[in-house]
């Protein structure tokens, strides 16, 4: 199961981090093909960068800010304690954010790359797993991505354009979600 | 207080307080108090702490102390020691890292694909620096020069190496500049006239005045921290006079208050001039050895003003004018604080001279705890290096004289036979819409946002529509981005190395560079190297800023030993233990008695003011003809400074949307009730508001507190307030100000 996932990921986390319609392309096409769903015909690009940069970057101000903090505490602030977690996170697996604290550690694409890892190391530790990587996985997946994935999305169903690629790349990131909850589900502590 | 977490928002910190105070209310017998936080209790040696300082247009500039823990600020507050600051902040002030860290803050470069079209794309710093200087120097080859560049600027950011955005026009070219002054040009003037300078006390020494008026100022919201030398003062037996169109917070402290008709300013203060002359209060001693034109003033008084027709004008009862008037005249010391509300009129120079002469017949110039108070620039002698830069070899200007351009144009004028096109800023529409040979076809915005700060709104679009690129840099999303083709990301103030000073009181403060410049954020000066070099890509000399700059030695490059002179420091590296206050020979200005007028002495009579086209003597100016039902006014409010902070989530909270403050009794003639929404509209345009009905305004005036909410909300005064000029600001300025509260308008239930 880990195995098909893997590519989805990698696209996730190239569509979050991407800054033009041409990243923005070739992510949502490899997402596209990962979950087996067709790109809208006539799709264009530019007007996808439109949407994207309203909902994700600005300048205005924006409805679905793509980082833990704005959605983990009771305010919408950014570099807030979710951002330390994560920043804590990338350092036990001996990563870290380049130019730490300019771009705040808890932005989307920064945690998709550290559940990328985490799930490299589980899984060339197939036959045994250790204890710490498991839970540091699972934590990351049941409390952090936990605490804040879900009301983001719902703010993006809410702001996108509906059938449009930002909804569909939302609904991969949902269903991908969703999976990695169910699988980690086992190891988090009662 | 516990510092592990850094979301801890302002209401968990509140409860948590209270929780740990309860235990200490009981009576207890065999438990020992324990605090959760002992174990993490606050530690300043966890914290890197840098120093800071507000680069508002504010008079307080308060000088910060800045926490920061694994590269985040967690908190700031005031430093402890500037007796200013005196370790507090003000409400905006503390909700400084709301805006670091807001997600809506502008991260990236970015281009509007067609304007107001909402349609943004990220671009490198690389694409934006080519598309700017590729229509740098398209303007050049087709106009034969830069004048079809434009800058508009004006207090977004104090900091001093911020005038390196006038320094990077210079360093392209002659081009057009926006010159003068919104705030306080008329009074500049006016006290230019009166005194050879706009100069005041030291305001720390307001504790030994015996009678402070403050005129046309609300300290309690816009200058928190004089507060307190004023409550001092009153503590000691002073009397506290306020005077205001508005019943504000700080006339809720005063000992009288008086509430003119507003622009009437003039003839109050002429009025109680003529009864202190009547009684024979006049400083005969001031005005025989320090004054010039004194007898011409007081003939001038006798002819032409009473009492009674000051209360007439004015609507404050005569025996009041002769009551205070009496009580300013034999306290001693007496100060009167000129706000800048109060010369935002047709006639607000006129009416500054009035009241400067009150505190000059009275000798109260030139005395600690005395004087005419209005704003100085005694400590601003930088070098101000970012400013001075050079044109390119060849460039070709505008042919003609030019005067400053604004209060704080420290070059010492131009020598070469052309310069820069100047326009008023406080007519930026008209400015833009009249241009020609050659219009204005492109505009640099910067640390302004002239769709909220500008005049008549309506007309601004119109004159935008005109301009083929405009770049704006700006670290939200105002209204100008919104109809700007280029945005830049600015860095805010613990980004960047910068030093900063006040215009009212006397100390001198570093800003350091507390924590790495998010996203791609850049302060001024680097926007600035970031375009030289891309322009001398393209066209190797067509731009003389330099490439490689370093903010920190930008900053260093500011000193000179003048400076260190006056603050008495050795180097600017001692402001790293925090804000200095210059050595002051007398907290008095003026108090050597040499008068920076043509006559060096106090000018009643001023032969320069009426050569520039006044009057020599203080007389009575008439302030604005109404033209609609109500008084329009639209001053400061305590939750934000022009279009920064109201938009923060924790202003939000306090000040949730914007309001029209209307008397009751008008209200009531027009069926309308607390909280209705109404339409405010007059020639300019109108605006759609709630009401809220208060006394506090005066009857017959519409009060609305000028701000940017962000987040979409479109409240704007500027829908409503036109371009007409104030009569001064040309002489020191370079443009006259405007009558910002001489507006009226009308209002109906929508």
């Given at each position: 199961?880990?195995?098909?996932?893997?590519?989805?990921?990698?696209?996730?986390?190239?569509?979050?981090?991407?800054?033009?319609?041409?990243?923005?392309?070739?992510?949502?096409?490899?997402?596209?093909?990962?979950?087996?769903?067709?790109?809208?015909?006539h799709?264009?690009?530019?007007?996808?960068?439109?949407?994207?940069?309203r909902?994700?970057?600005?300048?205005?101000?924006?409805?679905?800010?793509?980082?833990?903090?704005?959605?983990?505490?009771?305010?919408?602030?950014?570099?807030?304690?979710?951002?330390?977690?994560?920043?804590?996170?990338?350092?036990r697996?001996?990563?870290a954010?380049?130019?730490?604290?300019?771009?705040?550690?808890?932005?989307?694409?920064?945690?998709?790359?550290?559940?990328?890892?985490?799930?490299?190391?589980l899984?060339t530790?197939?036959?045994?797993?250790?204890?710490?990587?498991?839970?540091?996985?699972?934590?990351?997946?049941?409390?952090?991505?936990?605490?804040?994935?879900?009301?983001?999305?719902?703010?993006?169903?809410?702001?996108?354009?509906e059938?449009?690629?930002?909804?569909?790349?939302?609904?991969?990131?949902?269903?991908w979600?969703?999976?990695?909850?169910?699988s980690?589900?086992?190891?988090?502590?009662? | 207080?516990s510092?592990?977490?850094?979301?801890?928002?302002?209401?968990?910190?509140?409860?948590?307080?209270?929780?740990?105070?309860?235990?200490?209310?009981?009576?207890?017998?065999?438990?020992?108090?324990y605090s959760?936080?002992?174990?993490?209790?606050?530690?300043?040696?966890?914290?890197?702490?840098?120093?800071?300082?507000?680069?508002?247009n504010?008079?307080?500039?308060?000088?910060?102390?800045?926490?920061?823990?694994?590269?985040?600020?967690?908190?700031?507050?005031g430093?402890?020691?500037?007796t200013?600051?005196?370790?507090?902040?003000?409400?905006?002030?503390?909700?400084?890292?709301?805006?670091?860290?807001?997600?809506?803050?502008?991260?990236?470069?970015?281009?509007?694909?067609?304007r107001?079209?909402?349609?943004?794309?990220?671009?490198?710093?690389?694409?934006?620096?080519?598309?700017?200087?590729?229509?740098?120097?398209?303007?050049?080859?087709?106009?034969?020069?830069?004048?079809?560049?434009?800058?508009?600027?004006?207090?977004?950011?104090?900091?001093?190496?911020?005038y390196?955005v006038?320094?990077?026009?210079?360093?392209?070219?002659?081009?057009?500049?926006?010159?003068?002054?919104p705030?306080?040009?008329?009074g500049?003037?006016?006290?230019?006239?009166?005194?050879?300078?706009?100069?005041?006390?030291?305001?720390?020494?307001?504790?030994?005045?015996?009678y402070?008026?403050?005129w046309g100022?609300?300290p309690?919201?816009?200058?928190?921290?004089?507060?307190?030398y004023?409550m001092?003062?009153?503590?000691?037996?002073?009397?506290?006079?306020?005077?205001d169109?508005?019943?504000?917070q700080?006339?809720?402290?005063?000992?009288?208050?008086?509430q003119?008709?507003?622009?009437?300013?003039?003839?109050?203060?002429?009025?109680?001039?003529?009864?202190?002359?009547?009684?024979?209060?006049v400083?005969?001693?001031?005005?025989?050895a320090?004054?010039?034109?004194?007898?011409?003033?007081?003939?001038?008084?006798?002819?032409?003003?009473?009492?009674?027709?000051?209360?007439?004008?004015?609507?404050?009862?005569?025996?009041?004018?002769?009551?205070?008037?009496?009580?300013?005249?034999?306290?001693?010391?007496?100060?009167?604080?000129?706000?800048?509300?109060?010369?935002?009129?047709t006639?607000?120079?006129?009416?500054?001279?009035?009241?400067?002469?009150?505190?000059?017949?009275?000798?109260?110039?030139?005395?600690?705890g005395?004087?005419?108070?209005?704003?100085?620039?005694?400590?601003?002698g930088?070098?101000?290096?970012?400013?001075?830069?050079?044109q390119?070899?060849?460039?070709v200007?505008?042919?003609g004289?030019?005067g400053?351009?604004?209060?704080?144009?420290?070059?010492?004028?131009?020598?070469?036979?052309?310069?820069?096109?100047?326009?008023?800023?406080n007519?930026?529409a008209?400015?833009?819409?009249d241009?020609?040979?050659?219009?204005?076809?492109?505009?640099?915005?910067?640390?302004?946002?002239?769709?909220a700060?500008?005049?008549?709104?309506?007309?601004l679009?119109?004159a935008?529509?005109?301009?083929?690129?405009v770049?704006?840099?700006?670290?939200?999303?105002?209204?100008?981005v919104?109809?700007?083709?280029?945005?830049?990301?600015?860095?805010?103030?613990?980004?960047?190395?910068?030093v900063?000073?006040?215009?009212?009181?006397?100390?001198?403060?570093?800003?350091e560079?507390?924590?790495?410049?998010m996203?791609?954020?850049?302060?001024?000066?680097?926007?600035a190297a970031?375009?030289?070099?891309?322009?001398?890509?393209?066209?190797?000399?067509?731009?003389?800023?330099?490439?490689?700059?370093d903010?920190?030695?930008?900053?260093?490059?500011e000193?000179?030993?003048?400076?260190?002179?006056?603050?008495?420091?050795?180097?600017?590296?001692d402001?790293?233990?925090?804000?200095?206050?210059?050595?002051?020979?007398?907290?008095a200005?003026?108090h050597?008695?040499?008068?920076?007028?043509?006559?060096?002495k106090?000018?009643?009579?001023?032969d320069?003011?009426?050569?520039?086209?006044?009057?020599a003597?203080?007389?009575?100016?008439?302030?604005?003809?109404?033209y609609?039902?109500?008084?329009?006014?639209t001053?400061?409010t305590?939750?934000?400074?022009?279009?920064?902070?109201?938009n923060?989530?924790?202003m939000?909270?306090?000040?949730?949307?914007?309001?029209?403050?209307m008397?009751?009794d008008?209200?009531?003639?027009?069926?309308?009730?607390?909280?209705?929404?109404?339409?405010?509209?007059?020639k300019?345009?109108?605006l759609?508001?709630?009401?809220?009905?208060?006394?506090?305004?005066?009857p017959?005036?519409?009060?609305?507190?000028?701000?940017?909410?962000?987040?979409g909300?479109?409240?704007?005064?500027?829908?409503?307030?036109?371009?007409?000029?104030a009569?001064?600001?040309?002489?020191k300025?370079?443009?006259?100000?405007?009558?910002?509260?001489?507006?009226?308008?009308?209002?109906?239930?929508?």
């Amino acid at each position: 199961m880990s195995e098909q996932c893997m590519p989805s990921i990698e696209a996730l986390r190239d569509f979050f981090a991407a800054t033009d319609a041409g990243d923005l392309e070739d992510a949502a096409v490899r997402i596209a093909e990962s979950v087996g769903v067709e790109i809208p015909p006539h799709t264009d690009w530019t007007t996808v960068e439109y949407e994207f940069n309203r909902l994700f970057v600005g300048p205005a101000a924006v409805p679905a800010p793509p980082f833990a903090s704005a959605w983990s505490e009771s305010d919408r602030a950014l570099m807030g304690r979710a951002t330390s977690e994560a920043r804590q996170t990338y350092h036990r697996l001996g990563l870290a954010v380049p130019g730490e604290g300019v771009i705040p550690d808890d932005h989307l694409a920064y945690e998709l790359e550290a559940l990328l890892v985490l799930k490299s190391v589980l899984a060339t530790e197939a036959g045994a797993p250790d204890a710490e990587t498991a839970a540091l996985h699972a934590w990351f997946v049941g409390e952090h991505l936990e605490r804040w994935l879900p009301p983001f999305m719902q703010a993006v169903r809410e702001q996108a354009t509906e059938g449009g690629v930002v909804a569909l790349v939302t609904e991969a990131l949902a269903a991908w979600f969703d999976n990695e909850r169910n699988s980690t589900a086992a190891l988090r502590p009662a | 207080m516990s510092h592990t977490s850094s979301s801890l928002s302002r209401r968990q910190f509140l409860k948590g307080l209270s929780v740990a105070g309860a235990a200490s209310l009981l009576p207890l017998r065999l438990l020992m108090p324990y605090s959760a936080q002992a174990a993490t209790a606050f530690s300043e040696k966890d914290f890197q702490i840098f120093r800071n300082a507000c680069p508002r247009n504010c008079y307080d500039t308060c000088s910060i102390k800045t926490y920061v823990k694994d590269g985040i600020v967690q908190f700031i507050e005031g430093a402890q020691e500037s007796t200013f600051t005196a370790g507090g902040l003000c409400v905006k002030g503390y909700a400084y890292p709301r805006r670091v860290y807001s997600p809506d803050r502008i991260k990236y470069p970015m281009v509007q694909d067609g304007r107001r079209s909402g349609n943004w794309r990220r671009v490198s710093w690389d694409e934006a620096m080519d598309r700017i200087s590729r229509k740098i120097l398209e303007l050049k080859e087709q106009d034969g020069n830069l004048l079809g560049l434009g800058l508009t600027k004006y207090s977004g950011n104090f900091g001093i190496t911020n005038y390196g955005v006038e320094g990077m026009m210079s360093s392209l070219g002659y081009t057009t500049r926006f010159v003068g002054t919104p705030c306080w040009p008329a009074g500049i003037d006016a006290q230019n006239y009166d005194m050879g300078d706009m100069w005041c006390n030291d305001p720390e020494d307001m504790v030994k005045s015996r009678y402070v008026i403050i005129w046309g100022a609300n300290p309690a919201w816009c200058s928190v921290h004089t507060m307190k030398y004023i409550m001092e003062a009153k503590r000691r037996g002073a009397k506290v006079v306020v005077i205001d169109p508005v019943f504000t917070q700080t006339a809720a402290k005063a000992d009288v208050f008086w509430q003119p008709e507003a622009s009437s300013d003039g003839a109050l203060a002429l009025g109680m001039a003529r009864h202190i002359l009547d009684l024979g209060m006049v400083d005969q001693d001031f005005v025989n050895a320090n004054a010039l034109g004194f007898e011409e003033f007081a003939a001038y008084l006798r002819e032409n003003v009473t009492v009674e027709w000051a209360a007439g004008l004015s609507g404050i009862p005569a025996e009041q004018i002769r009551e205070v008037a009496e009580e300013f005249a034999t306290a001693d010391p007496a100060t009167i604080w000129i706000g800048y509300g109060m010369q935002r009129h047709t006639n607000g120079g006129a009416s500054v001279r009035s009241v400067d002469a009150l505190v000059a017949m009275t000798g109260n110039v030139g005395k600690e705890g005395g004087g005419a108070r209005y704003g100085h620039l005694r400590t601003w002698g930088v070098n101000y290096h970012a400013l001075i830069q050079k044109q390119p070899e060849g460039s070709v200007g505008f042919i003609g004289a030019t005067g400053p351009k604004g209060e704080f144009d420290f070059t010492k004028g131009e020598a070469a036979s052309y310069s820069d096109r100047t326009f008023n800023i406080n007519k930026t529409a008209q400015g833009i819409l009249d241009a020609k040979d050659p219009a204005l076809r492109m505009l640099w915005v910067s640390c302004k946002n002239p769709f909220a700060q500008d005049f008549d709104r309506p007309k601004l679009e119109k004159a935008f529509d005109t301009l083929e690129m405009v770049v704006s840099v700006e670290q939200f999303f105002t209204e100008t981005v919104a109809n700007s083709d280029i945005v830049l990301p600015v860095t805010t103030l613990f980004e960047e190395w910068t030093v900063n000073v006040s215009y009212w009181h006397y100390w001198l403060g570093i800003n350091e560079q507390a924590i790495k410049p998010m996203y791609e954020t850049k302060s001024n000066i680097e926007i600035a190297a970031e375009l030289s070099k891309k322009m001398n890509e393209l066209a190797p000399g067509s731009c003389t800023f330099p490439q490689d700059i370093d903010t920190k030695d930008w900053l260093e490059k500011e000193f000179n030993q003048g400076i260190y002179d006056y603050f008495g420091i050795k180097h600017w590296t001692d402001l790293k233990n925090g804000p200095v206050k210059a050595k002051l020979a007398s907290t008095a200005a003026w108090h050597d008695m040499t008068f920076g007028t043509p006559s060096g002495k106090y000018e009643f009579r001023s032969d320069l003011c009426a050569e520039h086209g006044h009057e020599a003597l203080p007389k009575y100016k008439e302030g604005r003809k109404p033209y609609d039902e109500f008084r329009l006014l639209t001053p400061h409010t305590q939750f934000g400074l022009h279009s920064q902070f109201v938009n923060l989530d924790w202003m939000h909270e306090y000040n949730k949307e914007p309001f029209l403050y209307m008397h009751p009794d008008d209200a009531r003639e027009k069926n309308i009730r607390d909280l209705d929404m109404v339409r405010v509209f007059n020639k300019v345009g109108e605006l759609r508001v709630k009401v809220k009905l208060t006394r506090n305004v005066a009857p017959k005036s519409l009060v609305m507190y000028e701000a940017w909410f962000g987040r979409g909300n479109d409240f704007n005064v500027q829908n409503l307030v036109d371009d007409e000029a104030a009569d001064m600001g040309a002489y020191k300025t370079g443009a006259p100000g405007v009558a910002i509260h001489g507006q009226f308008a009308n209002v109906e239930r929508v």
